[in-house]
């Protein structure tokens, strides 16, 4: 099974930057999509950005034209570059992988602990 170790989160203000980075153990990762999920407390849980095997990508509402979500197969790794951070984008952030069902994206596997951001005003 694919383990994934979520970092790069931390303490930012508002309209600063953040990069998060999941690092993937396995010889499957590349076959996977793969998600960037957030929670704050007392909100569910939502997928903020996907990436495909081959590279597409998707975004929420929210997020779009400040977040970039990347993969480098070679490292194992996908990445979540996250610009003109707003108060409202504080939460834990997960990195999973992702299968179809039906016409959506579901998580596949097991949650990790995630990587805390906090942005301030």
């Known amino acids: 099974q694919v383990q994934l170790v979520e970092s790069g989160g931390g303490l930012v203000q508002a309209g600063g930057s953040l990069r998060l980075s999941c690092v993937a153990s396995?010889?499957?990762?590349?076959?996977?999509?793969m998600g960037w999920y957030r929670q704050a407390p007392g909100k569910q849980r939502e997928l903020v950005a996907s990436?495909?095997?081959?590279?597409?990508?998707n975004y929420a509402d929210s997020v779009k034209g400040r977040f970039t979500i990347s993969r480098d197969n070679a490292k194992n790794t996908v990445y979540l570059q996250m610009n003109s951070l707003k108060v409202e984008d504080t939460a834990v952030y997960y990195c999973?992988?992702?299968?179809?069902?039906?016409?959506?994206?579901?998580?596949?596997?097991?949650w990790g602990q995630g990587t805390q951001v906090t942005v301030s005003s």
């Open positions: 999973i992988a992702l299968e179809r069902r039906y016409r959506d994206y579901v998580p596949f596997g097991s």
């Open positions: 990436i495909s095997s081959g590279g597409i990508t």
């Open positions: 396995g010889s499957i990762f590349s076959i996977y999509p």
